[in-house]
């Protein structure tokens, strides 16, 4: 004897829709990327390995990773420069200790930023 099996179609709801991933933010890179920054590495298997190339000057480069793809190297760049943001302050006490401070003794700026536009000549 065959039994009756009733499918029931249940329409999409926000619990029952696939979740998308949100895609991270690269908020804090100030510059598009350049091929330097990036090294590519292949494994036994053939597969592609990428690395940083992270690089401050007065020191050698280092190549951190390795990153499955280019954008986690950009995802890893944006979060290790916002962690490196957090000692601009540090920099800028040591700048003091060095820097001439003759015509702008009372004024309190950064550093320089070597921005393209500002650089441009008209």
């Known amino acids: 004897m065959a039994t009756k099996v009733a499918l029931k179609t249940v329409p999409r709801t ?3 829709e696939p ?28 597969r592609t390995k990428w690395f940083c190339r992270f690089s401050l000057t007065g020191l050698y480069p280092r190549l ?6 280019k954008r986690k190297v950009l995802l890893f760049l944006d979060a290790a420069i916002g962690e ?23 004024v309190n700026w950064g550093p320089i930023i070597e921005h393209p536009l500002a650089t441009q000549r008209r």
Do not use: C
């Not at 979740?19 to 053939?46: C, H, N, Q, Y």
């Not at 951190?64 to 793809?69: D, I, L, R």
């Open 19 to 46: 979740s998308k991933k949100k895609r991270e933010r690269i908020d804090m890179l100030e510059r598009r990327p350049s091929k330097d920054w990036f090294v590519a590495l292949r494994t036994a298997r053939g």
């Open 84 to 106: 490196i943001g957090d000692f601009w302050t540090q920099l800028d006490e040591a700048r003091h200790k060095y820097a001439i401070e003759e015509e702008f003794e009372n």
């Open 14 to 16: 926000p619990t029952t």
């Open 64 to 69: 951190y990773g390795p990153f499955a793809s």
